[in-house]
């Protein structure tokens, strides 16, 4: 199961890192869209689900939701921190200068979130201050941030395990 969870997770990590490569170019801007966001989670908990349901397969088609989820919550980890590494690179190596790009972004975005919900001044310039959004795109900011990715991997592993799990038919004489 290991091999397996592993080799899905590595090929979802270069799915995801051809993604975030190809937004990239296109516009950056484009990774804080709450549709990108949306379409990547639906992307990955079906990738994790197929691969899981191969795993199944392979293993003569019946899966405990217990091997379902640690296969999931496998797969996403290895996925994850191939994202984290190639993130790191592209913040730091590829263009330093996006964290700041993506940071204005943000904040303009919240801006006129609560402009259009109506908060005053002083609630919004109070927000603006709260946010540090440039702390996340550092190194040890981007590892803090996937302590609570794993989180949400673990919440995502669940539902993938549920759809991958098949108990096997019990018959009665």
Same mark, same amino acid.
């Given at each position: 199961?290991?091999?397996?969870?592993?080799?899905? *997770?590595?090929?979802?990590? @270069?799915?995801?890192?051809?993604?975030?490569?190809?937004?990239?170019?296109? #516009?950056?801007?484009?990774?804080?869209?709450?549709?990108?966001?949306?379409?990547?989670?639906?992307?990955?908990? $079906?990738?994790?689900?197929?691969?899981?349901?191969?795993?199944?397969?392979?293993?003569?088609?019946?899966?405990?939701?217990?091997?379902?989820? =640690?296969?999931?919550?496998?797969?996403? !980890? @290895? $996925?994850?921190?191939?994202?984290?590494?190639?993130? =790191?690179?592209?913040?730091? @190596?590829?263009?330093? #200068?996006?964290?700041?790009?993506?940071?204005? $972004?943000? !904040?303009?975005?919240? @801006?006129?979130?609560?402009? *259009?919900?109506? +908060?005053?001044?002083? !609630?919004?310039?109070?927000?603006?201050?709260? +946010?540090?959004? +440039?702390?996340?795109?550092?190194?040890? *900011?981007?590892?803090?941030?996937?302590?609570?990715?794993? =989180?949400?991997?673990?919440?995502?592993?669940? =539902?993938? *395990? $549920?759809?991958?799990?098949?108990?096997?038919?019990?018959?009665?004489?």
């Amino acid at each position: 199961m290991k091999d397996h969870a592993l080799k899905s *997770g590595v090929i979802m990590g @270069v799915v995801g890192v051809l993604i975030s490569l190809t937004v990239y170019i296109i #516009d950056p801007l484009l990774m804080i869209k709450w549709w990108f966001s949306l379409s990547s989670l639906v992307l990955f908990i $079906a990738l994790v689900t197929y691969y899981g349901i191969q795993y199944r397969d392979i293993t003569g088609g019946y899966l405990s939701f217990k091997i379902g989820y =640690i296969y999931s919550l496998l797969a996403f !980890v @290895v $996925a994850g921190i191939l994202g984290i590494v190639f993130n =790191i690179f592209l913040f730091h @190596v590829i263009d330093p #200068d996006l964290p700041e790009l993506i940071s204005d $972004a943000i !904040v303009e975005q919240t @801006v006129e979130m609560m402009e *259009g919900f109506g +908060a005053n001044q002083d !609630v919004i310039d109070q927000a603006i201050e709260d +946010a540090d959004t +440039a702390a996340s795109f550092t190194v040890m *900011g981007q590892i803090k941030s996937f302590g609570m990715v794993l =989180i949400f991997y673990a919440l995502m592993s669940l =539902i993938s *395990g $549920a759809i991958i799990k098949r108990k096997e038919p019990k018959f009665s004489e």
